[in-house]
């Protein structure tokens, strides 16, 4: 089944397109698409990936999916939330973010912290009932980055299970443990159901 995935990231695509392949679905990004990137006005996770994946199928005709996801900090009330992929403005910068991310903390800061994913799925542009699905992985900020894979705030988000930086994990076991993983297999098993 084609699916347009409304993103046009490419490493999201292929973390996505390696927890899905095995039900058969060919992942169709966006951009490939001639479709523009949706807005995001939303405070909300949940608002903004069904914006986005609405806006995704109304342009292609196709059903869609999309995902919306980021770092929430305890010590900064949930920042960057919503806000991660443009925390420290346009153009977006991984390395800006993580910049800010450490100057926020600043020294001796409480430095629990969660990565969201929340997964949209819809049939149509109208779907009535999308589903919904989401995903929470739980770790700390370090002072500095540590490690080369992944994307985002991976080099600072430290998996106590595994004694590594999100980074520093393979990509098969990322996409294991990972909120998009946990938020996938939710919606993968809502699917199977419907």
Sequence with gaps: MKIVLASNNAKKLKELDAILAPLGWE??????????????????FVENALAKARHAARATGLPALADDSGLCVDALGGAPGVQSARYAGEPKSDARNNEKLLAALGEGCQRAAHFVSVIVFVRHADDPQPLIAEGEWHGEILPAARGDNGFGYDPLFYVAEFDKTAAELDATTKNGISHRAQALQSLVARLKRN
């Design 27 to 44: 992942l169709i990004p966006q951009d490939a698409l001639g479709v523009s990137e949706a807005d995001e006005p939303h405070v909300t």
